[in-house]
């Protein structure tokens, strides 16, 4: 069974910097895609960015050119580098191990528990 686990949230001033980890465990870490998803309060789990198991990313409008995604194949890791936060990225993140195809991501039922970030103004 596949298990995620993200960390690395916290609390932080607009203009700082966060870096989410996402472990996985229970799969093969090098197939498939991951997708990081945040969810304010009182609003729908947005997708934020994906990665592809060949590495191509797809990053939301609200967050290109501030969030970078990358993967770590030896460490079963995904992660989550977001600079230049804003009170608007307040949030609990979630990594989601699913699939892409033909540029779309398809989730699976694997979620993380969530980190809660948090950013001041």
């Known amino acids: 069974q596949v298990q995620l686990v993200e960390s690395g949230g916290g609390l932080v001033q607009a203009g700082g910097s966060l870096t989410l980890s996402c472990a996985a465990s229970?799969?093969?870490?090098?197939?498939?895609?991951f997708g990081w998803y945040r969810q304010a309060p009182g609003k729908q789990r947005e997708l934020v960015v994906v990665i592809s198991d060949g590495g191509s990313t797809n990053y939301a409008d609200s967050v290109k050119g501030r969030f970078t995604i990358s993967r770590d194949n030896a460490k079963n890791t995904v992660y989550l580098q977001m600079n230049s936060l804003k009170p608007e990225d307040t949030a609990v993140y979630y990594c989601n191990r699913g699939r892409t195809y033909s540029g779309t991501y398809y989730p699976s039922d694997y979620w993380g528990q969530g980190t809660q970030v948090t950013v001041s103004s």
């Open positions: 229970g799969t093969t870490f090098s197939i498939g895609a």
